[in-house]
């Protein structure tokens, strides 16, 4: 079972950045293509960005393009999303998780807030 840890989040003024990690340990991580979430309150759980298991080929969301970049390290078993030129409505609880199909449990996610 691969047990999933977020971190990097936190308070941040708009327009600043934030580089988030996320630790994959007890199981198969690097032949699968990995993804960001995120989800605000009140909100549904939003896809942000995907990688494939090579690095090759990434996936962004409308909302979040031009302005994060995932990538992956195998040999550390994490994935991590730099965020940069952050708005008050990213404001959320970021998760990442195997994509299309997660994992049978979340981490606990990481809380990034975005002050206007």
């Known amino acids: 079972q691969v047990q999933l840890v977020e971190s990097g989040g936190g308070l941040v003024q708009a327009g600043g950045s934030l580089r988030l990690s996320c630790a994959a340990s007890?199981?198969?991580?690097?032949?699968?293509?990995m993804g960001w979430f995120r989800q605000a309150p009140g909100k549904e759980r939003e896809l942000l960005a995907t990688?494939?298991?090579?690095?090759?080929?990434?996936y962004y969301a409308d909302s979040v393009k031009g302005r994060f970049t995932i990538s992956r390290d195998n040999a550390k078993n994490m994935v991590s999303l730099q965020m940069n030129t952050l708005k008050p409505e990213d404001t959320a609880v970021y998760y990442c998780n195997r994509y299309p199909i997660p994992f049978g449990s979340w981490g606990q996610g990481t809380q990034v807030t975005v002050s206007s």
């Open positions: 007890g199981g198969t991580f690097t032949i699968y293509t």
């Open positions: 990688i494939s298991w090579t690095g090759g080929r990434t």
